[in-house]
Every structure is written in C-alpha cells, then in structure tokens.
C-alpha cells in the first residue's frame, strides 16, 4: 500500500483560495468514498477537517471543502487565513486498511 | 466528551516488543467505534497503523501486519498496540485515536501522542 501522493507544499494570500491534490489509484481513492483530510499545525494533534470526501465535522468552517475525480481528491480552503498554515494530510480507504498522503505544508503568505 | 491516552515505554531496543496502552475515557470501547493506532516518525507524515471494532473486526496497515497485535480490554476500556521485532524505522510519535461513529475515516479524537524510540 503506497502513500497517497500529494505536492510538497502550497501558498497563498490571505483571502486567496489554494486547493490541495491527494492521488491515489484505484484501488483507494478512485474505488471508495472515503477520503479524509486533517490538519496538524507543528506539534500538535491532527485535526480532522473533512471526512467521507465532502463532509465537514462540526465546529469545521466552511471555507474547507473536498472533492473526488476519479483517482484524485482535493482539499480547497477558501478566504486563506493566517490560521490555516499548517500540514495537511490526506487518507483514503483501501478495502481493509487505511493509507495516508505524504502531507502538504501549506504557507500562508 | 471523548478523551484518549498513550501510555507505555518511552524506549525500546531493537528487535524487541513495542507495547502500548491507550486509556479512553467518556466513551465505551465497546460501542459502534473503530479504535485506531496511527504514527509519525520525527519530521515526518502520518502512518496508518491498524484499528479494531467492537465487534472484534481488525484491520491492520499491510506492510506492518505480521508483526502487529491491536486488542482490548473491555472490561478496563483500554486497547493495546503491540509491535514486534522493532527497528530504528519504528522510532515515531504514537497515536491512538477513535473514528467518530457512524463515518468512515472520520477520526474525530486523538489521544495526545506518546514518542517511543528503538535505540540501544
């Protein structure tokens, strides 16, 4: 089972929308539903942000979104705050295990 | 509200037994949860280690599953990773966390992390 693949880092502006990619195959990704998003700012406890691809946890804002297309899923944060820096990781389901993306350090500029 | 926490040795030797304890504390173990054991080496990303059921289902990461034991204690509402033949690749940040019920990968609580390191 191979991480997912996501970009090294990413940026933007405040206010600015960046959207974050997490490619798997098949296998994990493209044949289930089932793709989480978490953020960890430096040494704290991941946070889980969106679940099941699209749905946000309570207490998440909406300016956090997911999506799928086919073997890749997307994490778009919109109206970028200072707050929002941090590593964001992906996680698919894989049939009978779960496998996480490498993780994107997303800079706030 | 759900609380977790590690417990176990902060260092292990190589080629020997990682084993820790997680203590969960305003939820049942045996309610509709999966509990999980997810890590993080130094500087590194998360790693999916494997997770069990109340019903006794237990998945486990592939490349890690001949040797590793996740289990329970109902009675003590605690569940355990055992991890054996350890190697300085096991060196990581520990995590045991619950998946909120009723979703899939919605792991919602996370226990705080405890640093375990195989050295001599």
């Known amino acids: 089972q191979s991480a997912l693949t996501q970009p090294p880092s990413a940026s933007g502006s405040p206010g600015q929308s960046v959207t974050i990619s997490c490619t798997g195959t098949?296998?994990?990704?493209?044949?289930?539903?089932?793709v989480s998003w978490f953020q960890q700012h430096p040494g704290k406890v991941p946070k889980l942000m969106i679940y099941e691809v699209t749905k946000r946890p309570s207490g998440v804002p909406d300016r956090f979104s997911g999506s799928k297309s086919g073997n890749t899923a997307s994490l778009t944060v919109s109206g970028l705050q200072a707050e929002d820096e941090a590593d964001y990781y992906c996680?698919?389901?894989?049939?009978?295990?779960?496998?996480f993306g490498g993780g994107t350090k997303l800079a706030v500029l | 509200q759900v609380q977790l926490q590690e417990s176990g040795p902060g260092l292990v030797k190589p080629r020997e037994t990682l084993s820790l304890t997680c203590t969960v504390s305003g939820a049942s173990i045996i309610s509709r949860n999966w509990w999980s054991w997810v890590r993080q080496p130094p500087g590194m990303g998360l790693e999916w280690i494997g997770e069990l059921y109340h019903d006794g289902r237990i998945n486990y990461r592939p490349s890690l599953k001949s040797r590793v034991i996740v289990s329970a204690d109902k009675s003590r509402n605690l569940f355990f990773l055992k991890l054996t033949s350890v190697t300085a690749a096991d060196t990581a940040i520990y995590y045991c966390a619950r998946v909120a019920s009723g979703t899939w990968g919605g792991i919602e609580d996370w226990g705080q992390g405890t640093l375990v390191t195989v050295s001599t």
């Open positions: 996680a698919s389901f894989g049939g009978n295990y779960w496998v």
């Open positions: 098949s296998s994990d990704v493209g044949g289930y539903n089932y």
